[in-house]
């Protein structure tokens, strides 16, 4: 409750707008994490991206929803340094610099201000406090979040009530926490094999984006010769998703039933404008 007061406060003192006649409090989830182990024991330094998370939550808080952030461990969340370009942000530098402000007055990445919460917390308070969840990318979400069962638990509850459920980029690899063992899934494509036999999925048959593998391939310089141990797309294919994508790098946006999926950073606000969309009906 500390930290719903908190964000409450900081929609107020930040002057982002009205409340909104139906005004929501969406959870936006976030990894705990700051590297993506690859193959031959390599590591790439990674987190959220900075586009990815603020022009959604910018949007959101401008519409007078408020906005609980949250990390399985409740950890302050990284910020990918390689994201913080203007290229994100439409090639400019005056929106950059606004939405990073923002984040500098959410506090969000600070180790002793952060107001991050963990799942744990979320799941004793209850879910039905959340009108929607949106789950940023970056690469930090392929270490942690296909992992974990309260998120799975999390998303699992969401799916049974219809409930909005918005993710862009890396963020839709997180709808894997769903399945009973994602390892079972994961294990054999890390080792260059095929998927292992997926248990039932809960979004199995559901069309959905993320990032492609054509991107995947098309930015593995990032990497810095390293190599990821599985895509998203192809693990995400596995599971029984019905992917499709866009052209590289432009937005590119799959609605269905609860799920919006955006295939990239272009994506973000896209994805935040059907979000919003859905919190109005």
């Known amino acids: 409750m500390e930290n719903i007061l908190r964000n409450a406060i900081a929609t107020a003192v930040l002057g982002l707008g009205a409340v909104a006649a139906h005004s929501a409090n969406v959870l936006v989830v976030l990894s705990d994490e700051s590297q993506l182990a690859l193959r031959d024991n390599r590591s790439f330094d990674t987190g959220f991206y900075a586009n990815e998370l603020m022009q959604p939550v910018k949007k959101l808080l401008d519409a007078g929803h408020t906005v609980t952030f949250a990390t399985p461990l409740g950890k302050a969340p990284t910020v990918d340094r390689g994201s913080i370009d203007k290229m994100y942000f439409g090639n400019d530098e005056a929106a950059m610099q606004q939405h990073l402000a923002l984040l500098d007055k959410l506090q969000l990445t600070s180790a002793t201000h952060s107001p991050v919460i963990s799942l744990a917390r979320v799941e004793q308070g209850g879910y ?127 609605k269905d039933r609860e799920l919006i999926t955006g295939q990239n950073p272009a994506s973000a606000n896209a994805v935040a404008d059907e979000l919003l969309a859905r919190l109005k009906r």
Not at 212 to 227: D, F, I, R, T
């Open 128 to 254: 039905d406090r959340y009108g929607a969840i949106y789950v940023p990318g970056g690469h930090a979400p392929m270490q942690d979040l296909l992992y974990s069962a309260p998120l799975g638990r999390l998303l699992a509850a969401f799916h049974q009530k219809g409930k909005p459920t918005a993710l862009v980029c890396h963020g839709p690899i997180a709808l894997l926490s769903t399945l009973d063992a994602p390892r079972q899934l994961t294990l054999p494509l890390e080792s260059g094999g095929q998927a292992g036999r997926a248990p039932a999925w809960i979004y199995a048959g559901y069309k959905m984006t993320v990032i492609s593998n054509n991107e995947e391939e098309a930015a593995k310089g990032m990497l810095k010769g390293g190599a990821m141990k599985f895509t998203p797309q192809t693990a995400l294919e596995s599971a029984g998703g019905i992917y499709s994508s866009g052209a590289n790098w432009q937005s590119y946006v799959v």
